[in-house]
């Protein structure tokens, strides 16, 4: 029978006598210049996070630290975050991450404990020493200290849940967190192209996995700030946005939010994933990664990938790291049987801060060293099977720790407190499922004076030490608790809380649209927490004991059942209590029903006429469509029958081909002005003769086929035939203009591919145009939509995939981001500068090169046809009439076409960039013209 065991690909170059410091030295040097962090509107390079991380060890040196000491670290989401705790570091000393929203008494407990020398935060934790506030960004490069410690020294401390109502530390040492560095990265392959999104606590270990791990590739982290971290309802967008490609999240966020096509790597932890989840996001386009590992073990030490047919798995061991399963004798059972997880490699901690018993318990010298490599092994607690295809199955705790939206809780820490209560003989705390579901925390209380049990004020004590996530949902009064024949409360039997038994009679939650928003609101509430007393004077989260995922669920609610659109996540949180919510809810509500306009009707026989008339008017649409088909062929044939012969008639119908181009664009410029003349800035009714006009010129301009003059001289010349007020030396990409008449565009303005200028728009019946006007130097990103009545500045900036609303206005070197843009940033004076423009005599010279390029581009199809063309007239001629026996070949001859084609066009890109080398190229310059 095969024993239970798993042994990790042993990589001693993985095994490293080094530093978290040290381990990153070659990133800084090869990626200097690319940017490490982005935080909002702020950036910094590689080279600046070394810098102003070897400034703040500095400072800390300079303020008496010592190799070994330990800083706490208390500090909001922010840029400087990540740069303190690597100045920590350098400094010799161990940081001591805690969330920012911690309850100031649990941090003063953690930092006394373990006696922080200072800590990092913006706020007085009223200890034993002062706070320190982080040294600012150097304006120049700061050389690093001297290292004066070892890689067995302590990196970092973090304190999860205890079960004796105290958090327990589990020290980390460099030795520990670069193995698992250079081990995980050996499997997960973050590339230094990745932009990775920091969304995890400080204070959680997976945030070392998006920091560190990042870092160690060389990729960009994008630190999400508080709110961003908070409303899960615009997680998508924010990731789509901002160009995400690398996740790490847990399963309960992935299964309420939207796929994300663009992110090309999950890494999935911190609690059991699902099978919903794993369907969802295991696609052939991403990498997908289930992982699984014990803090004590240094963050992960198994990991699968997952496609979406597989049975769940924690997958395999990392390299190094070595998986049994045993019993309670500590025997390793047979494989396929159920037992408790040992671990064992170079991640395991060396135990507990200050808690030698629980150490001696959890942390063993390896008992089957014959069979499991290592000098100690980390009895983890969790219940597995390994299966016999050699992956583990996990199957819950055997002890009373439970992981509830990825935070890793004792159930004990939290009945120890609740047993602290006033009144209180006997506490009990269990995970429940809701009505809705999902597993919630539940408190059971046995009073000695049943008259002072306060459901709500018990949980705003208990709120003061325990971490929020910690705090029940709901506590229930008890007679007495269900014992097993131990004497041991009998989790299993404890009841349900009345409000998780309340039936919902109407999952539809049928809301009167005309109800107030007040209303409105309590409902839903009443939904999300059934069975509860609701009143707008309570907290969302202290009162009624919500949560992230619960205050997703209340405003999807908001959105579809209680006619709410515009109800977001942050606002629950931002607008507290619920009668600051509901107030502004009213207020935004009153505020859009007051811009609504009244629909404007016309009558049936003006909307059959227009319906007539652009009926009609396709006919002449599909005659101009035409021309390009049937005008060659027509050529051809007439020479051809006039007895010209075949060379003749063949040119003849290419001259007129090559002619196409610019006959077109003559004719839907004379089009426009015939059609609708000088567009004007106005209000027009749908269905009438103004909007009729519109719509016909704008369904005749697509005819024209731009992509052969985009981003040369001659596309803005063009323009300004149309109509728009375009400066000559601006640089522009396809660009589709609903007005043309009413925009604006100045010198050295830049587009990039699918911009769109969508000035005129239907309102309540109304086509309403407007102005537009884009100041030099401006630039628009990728696929962005400019609406009417909108300003960009002077060196204004719309960057990609953004929309600027009506009424927008972009400032002065402001660079706006979103749908709807909103402002990021402003630009710095070193990224203000006017560059120096060619004269008007070079760029009508390229302009004219452009245009006798046009007739060669028709060449470019035509040629390649001549054999063809060619075969198939000399098997015309000798064919009796009306008999095509030899179109057979024409799949042959259609072959023959597209392999010319596909040659002319190899050849014709090798000759033009030959010798083409990377580089910064003038826009009017023979290279520039070459490449496009």
């Known amino acids: 029978m095969m024993k239970s065991l798993i042994l990790g690909k042993i990589s001693p170059e993985f095994i490293k006598d080094e530093t978290l410091p040290e381990l990153l030295v070659p990133t800084f040097e090869k990626y200097k210049d690319k940017t490490a962090f982005i935080f909002k509107d702020k950036k910094i390079s590689y080279a600046e996070l070394d810098s102003w991380s070897n400034a703040i060890a500095l400072q800390l040196q300079d303020h008496g630290v010592q190799p070994g000491d330990r800083i706490g670290v208390w500090y909001p989401r922010s840029l400087e975050l990540p740069v303190a705790i690597l100045g920590i570091l350098k400094a010799g000393a161990a940081y001591i991450p805690l969330d920012r929203e911690m309850p100031e008494d649990r941090i003063k407990k953690v930092f006394t404990d373990i006696n922080v020398k200072t800590y990092f935060s913006d706020t007085d934790a009223h200890i034993h020493c002062q706070p320190l506030e982080i040294a600012p960004q150097p304006q120049h490069p700061v050389p690093a200290p001297v290292p004066n410690y070892t890689p067995d020294n302590w990196?970092?401390?973090?304190?999860?849940?205890?079960?004796?109502?105290?958090?327990?530390?589990?020290?980390?040492?460099?030795r520990n967190i670069c193995h698992l560095i250079r081990s995980e990265q050996d499997f997960i392959k973050i590339r230094d192209t990745d932009i990775v999104y920091q969304g995890f606590s400080v204070s959680f270990d997976m945030w070392c996995e998006e920091v560190w791990i990042s870092l160690f590739a060389g990729a960009t982290i994008w630190i999400a700030d508080a709110t961003t971290v908070k409303a899960i309802d615009e997680l998508s967008d924010v990731l789509t946005k901002n160009k995400i490609t690398v996740l790490h999240a847990v399963p309960s966020i992935l299964a309420i939010i939207d796929e994300v096509p663009a992110v090309r790597f999950i890494n999935t932890g911190g609690e059991a994933c699902t099978k919903q989840v794993q369907e969802k996001w295991a696609k052939p386009y991403r990498v997908f990664i289930n992982s699984y590992g014990p803090t004590e073990t240094t963050v992960s030490s198994n990991m699968t990938e997952l496609n979406g047919q597989q049975e769940l798995t924690i997958g395999l061991p990392l390299p190094n790291y070595h998986i049994a399963v045993v019993d309670e004798n500590m025997n390793i059972v047979p494989r396929g049987e159920r037992g408790e997880m040992v671990i064992s490699g170079p991640g395991v901690s060396n135990g507990y801060f200050n808690l030698p018993e629980l150490t001696e318990q959890k942390f063993l010298a390896n008992p089957f060293p014959e069979d499991l490599p290592g000098d100690r092994i980390y009895k983890t607690g969790d219940a597995v099977i390994i299966r016999e295809d050699g992956f583990i199955d996990f199957q819950g705790r055997i002890d009373d720790q439970i992981k509830l939206r990825g935070y890793r809780i004792e159930l004990g820490e939290i009945e120890s407190r609740l047993n602290q209560l006033h009144d209180v003989s006997s506490a009990a705390v269990a995970v429940?499922?809701?009505?809705?579901?999902?597993?919630?925390?539940?408190?059971?209380?046995?009073m000695s004076n049943e008259s002072s049990f306060d459901e709500n004020e018990m949980r705003k004590e208990l709120a003061k030490f325990l971490a929020p996530y910690m705090v029940p949902i709901s506590i229930v009064l008890m007679k007495e608790m269900p014992r097993m024949p131990s004497g041991k409360i009998d989790r299993k039997r404890l009841p349900l809380p009345e409000s998780f038994t309340v039936h919902q009679k109407n999952e539809e939650i049928n809301i009167d649209a005309e109800a107030p928003i007040e209303e409105k609101l309590i409902q839903t509430l009443q939904w999300v927490f059934p069975g509860k007393e609701i009143n707008l004077t309570q907290d969302f989260f202290t009162d009624l004991g919500g949560h992230s995922l619960l205050a997703a669920t209340l405003v999807s609610h908001l959105r579809q059942k209680a006619g709410i659109p515009t109800a977001s996540l942050k606002e629950i949180y931002e607008n507290r209590p619920l009668s600051v919510y509901s107030e502004f809810l009213k207020n935004k509500h009153t505020q859009a029903t007051s811009r609504?306009?009244?629909?404007?009707?016309?009558?049936?026989?003006?909307?059959?006429?227009?319906?007539?008339?652009?009926?009609?008017?396709?006919?002449?649409?599909?005659?101009?469509?035409?021309?390009?088909?049937?005008?060659?062929?027509?050529?051809?044939?007439?020479?051809?029958?006039?007895?010209?012969?075949?060379?003749?008639?063949?040119?003849?119908?290419?001259?007129?081909?090559?002619?196409?181009?610019?006959?077109?664009?003559?004719?839907?410029?004379?089009?426009k002005w015939l059609v609708i003349g000088k567009i004007k800035e106005g209000d027009y009714p749908l269905w009438g003769w103004y909007y009729f006009r519109w719509w016909l010129w704008k369904t005749i301009k697509r005819l024209m086929p731009s992509e052969f003059i985009v981003e040369t001289p001659l596309y803005p010349k063009y323009l300004r035939l149309l109509g728009v007020k375009v400066d000559p030396s601006a640089q522009l990409s396809l660009l589709p203009i609903a007005a043309e008449d009413l925009v604006t565009i100045d010198k050295n303005v830049n587009t990039s591919s699918g911009c769109s200028i969508d000035n005129a728009s239907v309102e309540n019946g109304i086509l309403k145009i407007r102005k537009v006007h884009i100041k030099a130097h401006a630039y628009l990103g990728s696929s962005v939509i400019v609406c009417g009545d909108t300003v960009i500045e002077e060196f204004g900036e719309l960057q990609d995939l953004s929309c600027l609303n009506e009424g927008g206005k972009i400032g002065f070197g402001e660079v706006w981001n979103g749908s709807p843009a909103e402002k990021v940033r402003v630009k710095s004076g070193e990224e203000i500068e006017a560059p120096t423009l060619a004269s008007a005599g070079k760029r009508n010279r390229f302009a004219l090169l452009y245009a006798?390029?046009?007739?060669?581009?028709?060449?470019?199809?035509?040629?390649?046809?001549?054999?063809?063309?060619?075969?198939?007239?000399?098997?015309?001629?000798?064919?009796?009439?009306?008999?095509?026996?030899?179109l057979w070949q024409a799949p042959i001859l259609s072959t023959v076409y597209i392999l010319l084609f596909i040659g002319v066009v190899s050849i014709l890109t090798r000759i033009l960039q030959y010798n083409m080398k990377p580089g910064i190229y003038p826009v009017y310059s023979f290279m520039y013209y070459k490449n496009g």
């Open 596 to 671: 609504q306009e009244p629909f404007h009707r016309v009558s049936t026989w003006q909307y059959i006429a227009c319906n007539i008339a652009q009926t009609v008017s396709l006919l002449v649409v599909f005659a101009l469509l035409s021309i390009q088909i049937f005008f060659p062929y027509l050529s051809y044939y007439y020479f051809q029958i006039n007895g010209y012969g075949l060379h003749y008639a063949l040119l003849s119908a290419v001259l007129l081909y090559t002619l196409i181009p610019p006959v077109y664009s003559i004719i839907i410029v004379l089009t």
């Open 155 to 174: 990196a970092y401390v973090l304190f999860t849940s205890g079960s004796t109502g105290n958090p327990k530390g589990i020290p980390i040492s460099h």
């Open 852 to 886: 006798c390029s046009l007739f060669f581009f028709p060449l470019l199809i035509v040629l390649p046809l001549a054999p063809t063309l060619y075969t198939l007239y000399y098997l015309d001629e000798r064919s009796a009439d009306y008999s095509f026996y030899y």
């Open 432 to 446: 429940k499922e809701d009505s809705n579901g999902q597993g919630q925390l539940v408190g059971y209380a046995v």
